[in-house]
């Protein structure tokens, strides 16, 4: 039963941070966003600051936190022995250790408690804009036994936030984001005595790849991979060995390309960002080649004043070409 709500817990929660939504046909279950909580339930103020984030795989959807977490309380449920991180993986080697041995009593009366947690967490990536794309390392608590009824989180903002040395190396942090949901699984689990909706808390770390991985490392090198081919209606019309060659090695250049950095990458089934980039690519570098076999045959009946009209006309062709790709680019980034 704590695996099928931690694995529900956190698609849920998956889609809820992406805009999506679930068919209704899919399963049972709505996670609803909360921004107050039940008259009737203790409340518990939850806060999190994680120090590092480490071994961040996006093949696998997993990464390593080493965070601190608290709750605050007041009431007679103890939180602290009740609650789980929903999308904690490798329970065997996670780390939780109480800072206080008993929760501490605050000058106001409530009951405070601090832990430090490291572990694995999981959270479906999404590939679709790589890469320019931006992630969610999310943590999410939930309690396993009180109902949303008895134990609602609120977030503690004003404490929480993100150690000034958290590093990701490729990424840069963007800052993070809280959510309280009511889950509500729409199953008892064959007890009709058991709650149906539980208070969860999302907190995330998000991060984004750095613009300049996209335009140097990636887009650079492609452009220039074109730029050689399109050279090659820089050549006499009639130098049909030439021209067929510099577009054909670029079609070959930009095929490996695509494929080294595809090749760091999980399969998805479906186009990323810099796959319809490279299409665009593809299709610009055949244009080229069926131009030049245009040409030259083109060529036969020529005159001297013929071919130069032809190799200016080739000219005008590279540079819209060029404008072509430039556009294509822009829209496919802006759109996506």
């Not at 107050?36 to 959807?61: E, I």
């Not at 699984?185 to 750095?210: L, N, Q």
């Not at 670029?250 to 760091?264: C, P, R, W």
């Not at 089934?269 to 319809?276: P, R, V």
């Amino acid at each position: 039963m704590k695996l099928l709500r931690s694995l529900w817990v956190l698609c849920l929660v998956f889609f809820g941070f992406t805009g999506m939504s679930l068919a209704a046909d899919v399963g049972k279950g709505t996670l609803v966003p909360v921004e107050a909580p039940p008259a009737t339930a203790q409340v518990v103020t939850v806060g999190f600051y994680p120090v590092s984030v480490y071994q961040l795989d996006l093949g696998s959807n997993t990464y390593y936190v080493d965070t601190y977490f608290w709750m605050r309380w007041k009431g007679d449920i103890d939180p602290t022995a009740s609650f789980e991180f929903v999308n904690m993986v490798d329970e065997w080697g996670k780390l939780r250790e109480n800072l206080n041995e008993e929760p501490k009593v605050l000058a106001d009366g409530s009951k405070y408690q601090i832990m430090r947690v490291e572990g694995r967490f999981v959270q479906p990536f999404s590939l679709a804009d790589y890469p320019l794309d931006q992630q969610k390392l999310s943590i999410i608590i939930e309690d396993t036994t009180n109902g949303a009824e008895r134990i609602s989180y609120v977030v503690d903002k004003e404490s929480s936030g993100l150690g000034n040395s958290l590093r990701i190396p490729g990424w840069q942090i963007n800052g993070w984001s809280s959510q309280i949901y009511a889950h509500d699984y729409g199953s008892k689990f064959g007890e009709e005595a058991a709650d149906s909706t539980y208070s969860t808390a999302a907190f995330a770390v998000e991060i984004g790849r750095p613009a300049s991985f996209f335009y140097w490392k990636l887009l650079m090198p492609l452009f220039m991979v074109l730029l050689a081919g399109f050279a090659a209606l820089f050549l006499s019309p009639q130098n049909i060995d030439s021209r067929t060659a510099l577009p054909a090695g670029a079609l070959l250049t930009a095929i490996f390309l695509q494929k080294s950095y595809s090749d760091s990458l999980p399969d998805v089934g479906y186009l990323i960002l810099m796959d319809k980039i490279y299409l665009v690519a593809y299709a610009l570098i055949v244009v080229t080649l069926v131009r030049v076999i245009t040409v030259f045959r083109s060529t036969h009946n020529a005159d001297e004043a013929g071919m130069a009209k032809l190799a200016a006309a080739d000219a005008r062709f590279m540079v819209i070409l060029t404008a072509i790709f430039a556009a294509a680019t822009a829209a496919i980034v802006y759109l996506r």
